[in-house]
């Protein structure tokens, strides 16, 4: 029986959180609320492909070479839209890097815990192997998290690390 959560569920749209407490729901039911959410949406969803964007960019080009155009560009958005949503490039990276690590801390835990009452050592294979294999499988995200993270300047280096 393989217990290591299937590496398909975590599709590139999935490597990407998604708060949905920051939707407010409709608490009357009004139209004017409906209205807000689809806004709000609209902007998470920019906001999201942003983040996708940064992490399919930064690790085919490098982060050094990685640009704000070229992360919109690939995004589908228009140019003011980076700066709604992030200060710098750095502010980008480092959000969809703590993205990034809270999907890839979600899926060795959930395969720890898959494994029940079996002794630690084979828990802790068993969700290593499933970290390889997300990593195996989308191999711009293990570029990003393991590479990349190291080319962001010093002090965007510490939170990088503060994040794991």
Same mark, same amino acid.
């Given at each position: 029986?393989?217990?290591?959560?299937?590496?398909?569920?975590?599709?590139?749209?999935?490597?990407?959180?998604?708060?949905?407490?920051?939707?407010? $729901?409709?608490?009357?039911?009004?139209?004017?609320?409906?209205?807000?959410?689809?806004? #709000? %949406? !609209?902007?998470?969803?920019?906001?999201?492909?942003?983040?996708? =964007?940064?992490?399919? #960019?930064?690790?085919?080009?490098? %982060?050094? !070479?990685?640009?704000?155009?070229?992360?919109?560009?690939?995004?589908?958005? $228009?140019?003011?839209?980076?700066?709604?949503?992030?200060?710098?490039?750095?502010?980008?990276?480092?959000?969809? %890097?703590?993205?990034?690590?809270?999907?890839? #801390?979600?899926?060795?835990?959930? =395969?720890?815990?898959? =494994? $029940?009452?079996?002794?630690?050592?084979?828990?802790? !294979?068993?969700?290593?192997?499933?970290?390889?294999?997300?990593?195996?499988?989308?191999?711009?995200?293990?570029?990003?998290?393991?590479?990349?993270?190291?080319?962001?300047? $010093?002090?965007?280096?510490?939170?990088?690390?503060?994040?794991?």
């Amino acid at each position: 029986m393989e217990l290591v959560p299937s590496v398909g569920h975590y599709s590139r749209s999935r490597l990407v959180r998604v708060d949905s407490s920051a939707v407010p $729901g409709p608490p009357n039911g009004g139209q004017a609320d409906e209205e807000l959410r689809r806004r #709000v %949406y !609209a902007v998470r969803s920019d906001r999201e492909r942003l983040l996708e =964007a940064m992490v399919r #960019v930064s690790a085919e080009r490098g %982060y050094e !070479a990685a640009t704000i155009a070229d992360v919109v560009a690939l995004a589908g958005l $228009g140019e003011g839209s980076f700066e709604l949503h992030f200060t710098d490039k750095q502010d980008c990276f480092l959000d969809a %890097y703590e993205a990034m690590s809270d999907v890839l #801390v979600a899926l060795t835990s959930t =395969a720890f815990e898959t =494994a $029940g009452d079996r002794p630690w050592a084979e828990r802790v !294979a068993v969700a290593l192997r499933a970290l390889v294999q997300l990593l195996a499988a989308e191999s711009e995200v293990a570029r990003m998290a393991v590479v990349e993270v190291n080319a962001i300047p $010093g002090d965007a280096r510490v939170r990088s690390r503060e994040l794991l």
